[in-house]
Every structure is written in C-alpha cells, then in structure tokens.
C-alpha cells in the first residue's frame, strides 16, 4: 500500500484469500471509497478461481476480440 502512496494513487483496499477463498487479511487506507472491500475481494476471488494474477487476467481480456453484437428476435 505503501507503493500505491508513493505513485499517487489513490487511497487503495487490499484483501489477501487463502487457497480456499476465504479472507487472511485485509487492509483499507483512509479515504478509500466504501465499495472497495468488494471490488478488491472479487478482484483477488477471480485471479485465485482463474489461477492467474490480476495483471494477467487483464493482459489476457485486453487481448480477446469483442464479440459482434446480438441481433434480436
């Protein structure tokens, strides 16, 4: 969290999963929005599901080719 000071982000949440999906820990900086607890677990519940870290799963769907839109009946 400190890094996150340190590059001026904004104020960061950060939640930390064991192997099974539950919360270890987790940590909030003054400031940070209320949603963020939420977003930061499912952040860090999607890279565990998917076995990839955030960065990749984000590198990974940057990269997919969007799907044509659906024509309706």
Known sequence: MEAGR???L???????LDAGGHVIAAARQD???NNR????HGKAYGALALGMGSRAISARSSRRTPSPPRRSA
């Open 10 to 16: 904004e104020p960061l949440t950060v939640v930390v």
């Open 31 to 33: 400031g940070a929005s």
């Open 37 to 40: 607890f939420e977003i930061a």
């Open 6 to 8: 340190q590059h001026g």
